[in-house]
Nanobody, 126 residues
Framework: QVQLVESGGGLVQPGGSLRLSCVAS????????IAWFRQAPGKEREGVACANNIDGQIYYVDSVKGRLTISRDNAKNTAYLQMNSLKPEDTAVYYC???????????????????WGQGTQVTVSS
């Protein structure tokens, strides 16, 4: 069955870096939109970044532009989120998600995604 497994979260000081990984199994992820979301305590889940292998489009929420980078390794069925210059407000559980069918477009709405990982905690604190 379809499975997404995130890893790479942890505790980091402000200004530090982390790289999150999302390994997909049970489907050929290169044909699917993969996105990263995050959810902080007491807040709604927020779309952070999205990458569409089909049309090459990459999208970021304004608050992370220039600091977070999404990438994909199709040979490894893996997506990454490189996080630099981290801020305390980046603290959240980060999730990767895939759309239900191939050849769809990126969306910033969580209900557009059918498959979710279990999440990985990122804490930015001194």
């Amino acid at each position: 069955q379809v499975q997404l497994v995130e890893s790479g979260g942890g505790l980091v000081q402000p200004g530090g870096s982390l790289r999150l990984s999302c390994v997909a199994s049970g489907f050929t992820s290169r044909f699917y939109v993969i996105a990263w979301f995050r959810q902080a305590p007491g807040k709604e889940r927020e779309g952070v970044a999205c990458a569409n292998n089909i049309d090459g489009q990459i999208y970021y929420v304004d608050s992370v532009k220039g600091r977070l980078t999404i990438s994909r390794d199709n040979a490894k069925n893996t997506a990454y989120l490189q996080m630099n210059s981290l801020k305390p407000e980046d603290t959240a559980v980060y999730y990767c998600a895939a759309r239900a069918r191939p050849y769809l477009s990126c969306s910033g709405h969580s209900d557009a995604y059918a498959y979710w990982g279990q999440g990985t905690q990122v804490t930015v604190s001194s």
